[in-house]
């Protein structure tokens, strides 16, 4: 039997400090004007954020990569992994940080994820399917 190995996503603070100023600062403003009524919209904004950001991570069991970040679970057979790309694009993805890599799979499929623990998370994906090529930043 295999063992689990999880990477936790790497997390940018461009990232939270924008998203803590703008749940703070609208907080703030209902709270000063005394409008408690709206306070839930932010509130449960704030609160799918947060979930989001617990649970993003990756997880490698036995051949299969799997994905997860709110409620999205993506399952990978690492088998299928052709090359992972260093990328910076900033399209919606389960990563929580810019520094990103783009994980092609099957024939047409991608994803990209940020382990914050990137040589490691590399190490391991290529310990079961040593022909995936790495590439270096894309120029997106």
């Known amino acids: 039997m295999s063992q689990k190995l999880i990477f936790k996503s790497k997390i940018s603070p461009a990232l939270v ?3 803590v100023v703008i749940f703070g600062g609208l907080f703030t403003l209902f709270v ?5 009524g709206t306070i839930i919209i932010p509130a449960v904004a704030g609160i ?36 992972i790309v260093e990328t910076r694009s900033m399209l919606s993805a389960p990563a929580l940080s810019p520094d ?13 994820v940020s382990p914050a623990d990137r040589a490691g998370f590399l190490a391991a994906l290529k310990n079961i399917n ?4 790495e590439m270096p930043k894309s120029t997106d």
Do not use: C, M
């Open 48 to 83: 799918l954020v947060a979930y989001t950001f617990s649970t993003t991570h990756y997880t490698i069991d036995g051949d299969e990569l799997e994905v997860r970040s709110g409620f999205l679970k993506l399952k990978i057979d690492i088998r299928s992994v052709t090359k």
């Open 130 to 133: 040593n022909q995936i090529i």
């Open 100 to 112: 990103r890599l783009e994980i092609f799979y099957n024939r047409y499929d991608s994803t990209q």
């Open 32 to 36: 000063i004007q005394n409008i408690w």
């Open 17 to 19: 400090i924008p998203l």
